[in-house]
């Protein structure tokens, strides 16, 4: 059974900050991997997909890579923002959708 | 891009009567829809795979009698919440792949269902 983990759980950065996170999942049969952003009442905001037959997705100040073999994502936010704040989430498509529990992030000004 | 929506996006239901919960893909057809439900603080967790013109299929430990799921059509998944409980407080998330490229899934808004 596919479980997906995210460290960490919460983040506080100061503006400005480069960041990273983590996402690993235990199993590597996926077809792909997608980050999501949630504001909280709202729903999911798709950011970047990567396709298990690729290594990394950019868009923006975003840059999200992913190794198969190794069942890990990361997710690079260059120049953090305030507007940056909300809870990330990565899940894995399998047989279904996984997701990880999330990483509370808190861009401070 | 593909975009499914959902309806209502918030309710409030009183314990003891149901609730429908609809999901559209707007833009292109599903034989299967997803559903999914976030309590507080959890990560999002599969409760049934809607399929089109068959029943669904449930993931264990959810009650499928009090979750209907209804996929009448190629474009409309309904979940219905029967008997509604405060434990069934939660966000409601529905998701669909296109059959044009079906690894790629998109995601409705979310309902936020509160039972009082």
């Known amino acids: 059974k596919q479980e997906v983990t995210q460290i960490p759980a919460a983040l506080s950065v100061p503006e400005g900050e480069n960041l990273v996170l983590n996402c690993s999942f235990t199993?590597?049969?996926?077809?792909?991997l997608q980050w999501f952003r949630q504001d909280p009442g709202k729903g999911l905001t798709s950011l970047l997909l990567i396709q298990s037959s690729q290594r990394e997705q950019t868009s923006g100040r975003l840059n999200a890579s992913l190794d198969k073999s190794s069942g890990r994502s990361t997710l690079y936010i260059a120049a953090s923002q305030p507007g940056d704040s909300a809870t990330y989430l990565c899940a894995v498509l399998g047989q279904n959708f996984v997701f990880g529990p999330g990483t509370r992030l808190s861009v401070l000004p | 891009g593909a975009v499914v929506s959902q309806h209502p996006s918030r309710v409030i239901c009183k314990s003891g009567t149901s609730v429908k919960i609809e999901c559209r893909s707007l833009?292109?057809?599903?034989?299967?829809m997803f559903w999914y439900r976030q309590f507080p603080k959890q990560s999002l967790m599969l409760m049934a795979t809607?399929?089109?013109?068959?029943?669904?299929?449930?993931e264990q430990g959810v009650e499928k009698d009090k979750f209907l799921i209804n996929h009448a059509s190629l474009t409309l998944s309904t979940l219905t919440v029967t008997s509604a409980h405060p434990e069934d407080s939660s966000f409601y998330i529905c998701?669909?792949?296109?059959?044009?490229?079906?690894?790629?899934?998109?995601f409705g808004p979310g309902t936020r269902l509160t039972v009082t």
């Open positions: 809607s399929n089109e013109g068959s029943k669904a299929t449930y």
């Open positions: 998701s669909a792949p296109d059959l044009a490229s079906p690894y790629e899934q998109y």
């Open positions: 199993d590597s049969a996926i077809y792909n």
């Open positions: 833009d292109f057809q599903a034989t299967t």
